[in-house]
């Protein structure tokens, strides 16, 4: 079976501490830290985007595949702030990656779900044998609107992944996704902010969906919780994924490495992404990993993954997760916040 | 920046590639089509390496107006491992941090936008490395 060869992760250098957002909103910053367990999130610069974070993650993931980018035969990019809305964000991603034009392109949107979506479709092009090697990549600069609860958590950075039938990183043993249509976020065409159903998010969307992929996923490969020794869900919050995690069966152990919405946000596309990216950088040969996503809308996918032997080997060619969570940071005013994600109208 | 010229430089300004004299090994980027050291006609392609140091530096504090929104911001001159030279913007830091012989990696940035509905340019900047 097919699997991943190559993966990578980037996050930018700008925060912004929950302290500073709920002040600005005259919200009580330990209710804050305590209800929804965020300490502080990720900022793009203002000349970062989604193809920015892609082309960045990209690179990374292609260094530890070790293979030459122009035998990608195909590129997905998940993401629900892509730059344009005509025009994708994969082809700038391919010419900046060396790619070139033998690469069959297109931009996924489902909430966030995107990025596990693209990669799902990769790794079915590499088994279907029309592409060697394929790259799913999750990237978001996701928008919350000022003063709602999305804004402590709306964050922006990304993993990629590339998927091959050699040299695996990682076997992926299976594959499982949710599906249903349940309106509990969204953004209508021309609107700037998307809009959500509150408490409504919780147990009919994320946790149905979450915990439903789970089970069946679990179901079709005979595994249990127990089995593995790292479990990565989305993390739209930080209490979400962990409530999820002990509903299945999972201990805080095994959630925690991939748990790092305390300090990068919710990514949106790139959130599990990010955190199995996380696993990645410390997971051992033999290692048992579930993913499970989840977007809006709604759906959850799930992979059931193993790390192999060469993991371990490939991983120190590109910066880890944590080296760019805990590495230099810039932490940013309100002020300069809402001048970084264009929210002050400016004459042109 | 007018969209065909953008088109036409994507090479140099989304992969760093540059160009190496093959006579006298002069690096340039972006490329020429004569050495400007030996006047050799034809020079190879070459892919720099995404980071260097910086040579020299300034500060611009009246900007162009695509670059308002970002002022004061610095701009440097970084010469990578091969020996070419670059004119970049140093991104996600203050203008006082920017000093000579500062490491700095070369990532993927947007550069501007052709106003509110036109072309997204993309292209490096240096940051300083992590």
């Known amino acids: 079976m097919a699997g991943i060869v190559g993966y990578g992760a980037f996050i930018p250098r700008n925060r912004i501490k929950s302290e500073e957002i709920a002040r600005q909103w005259g919200k009580d910053p330990a209710a804050i830290k305590r209800g929804l367990m965020l300490q502080e999130k990720s900022v793009p610069g203002i000349d970062e985007d989604t193809i920015t974070i892609s082309v960045e993650a990209g690179r990374a993931a292609i260094e530890r595949a070790g293979i030459d980018p122009q035998l990608i035969g195909a590129l997905y990019i998940g993401s629900e702030s892509h730059p344009y809305a005509v025009k994708p964000s994969g082809t700038v991603v391919a010419e900046a990656l060396g790619i070139g034009t033998d690469v069959h392109v297109a931009d996924f949107e489902f909430a966030c779900k995107a990025g596990t979506e693209a990669m799902f479709v990769a790794l079915s092009i590499v088994e279907s044998g029309r592409a060697k090697f394929a790259m799913g990549i999750g990237a978001d600069t996701s928008q ?50 998307p809009r959500h159903g509150g408490r409504f998010t919780g147990e009919p969307a994320y946790f149905r969906h979450v915990t439903s992929a789970t089970r069946a996923i679990l179901e079709r490969t005979g595994l249990k919780p127990a089995d593995f020794r790292y479990a990565v869900f989305h993390m739209p919050n930080g209490k979400f994924p962990l409530a999820a995690g002990k509903e299945l069966g999972f201990k805080k152990e095994q959630m925690e490495t991939g748990w790092i919405v305390n300090t990068m946000g919710n990514t949106y596309s790139g959130s599990s992404p990010t955190g199995l990216a996380a696993v990645l950088d410390v997971a051992a040969p033999d290692d048992l990993i579930l993913i499970t996503s989840f977007g809006s809308g709604a759906a959850s996918d799930s992979f059931v993954l193993r790390a192999t032997e060469l993991l371990p080997q490939r991983r120190d060619r590109a910066p880890t997760v944590r080296s760019m969570l805990d590495g230099p940071r810039r932490y940013l005013t309100y002020g300069e916040y809402a001048k970084y994600r264009e929210k002050i109208i400016v004459n042109d | ?111 501007q936008r052709e106003g509110r509905s036109g072309i997204l340019c993309y292209g490096h900047k240096a940051v300083p490395a992590r």
């Open chain 1, 144 to 193: 919350g609107a000022p003063n709602d609860a999305l804004e402590f958590s709306a964050s922006a950075g990304g993993a990629a992944y590339v998927f091959g039938k050699d040299h695996l990183l990682v076997d992926v043993v299976d594959t499982y996704s949710f599906t249903s249509d349940t309106p509990d976020f969204w953004r209508r065409e021309g609107e700037f902010y």
């Open chain 2, 1 to 111: 920046m007018p969209s065909p010229r953008y088109w036409r430089e994507i090479p140099a300004r989304y992969r760093l590639e540059g160009g190496r004299c093959p006579a006298c090994g002069k690096v340039t980027y972006p490329t020429r089509r004569v050495c400007p050291e030996c006047r050799h006609e034809g020079m190879e392609a070459i892919a720099l390496s995404r980071h260097g140091r910086v040579v020299t530096f300034t500060t611009i504090h009246v900007a162009p107006t695509e670059f308002q929104m970002e002022a004061p911001y610095p701009m440097a001159v970084v010469e990578t491992p091969e020996g070419a030279r670059l004119m970049v913007q140093v991104a996600d830091c203050a203008p006082d941090d920017v000093k000579l012989g500062l490491e700095v990696a070369l990532e993927f940035r947007r550069i």
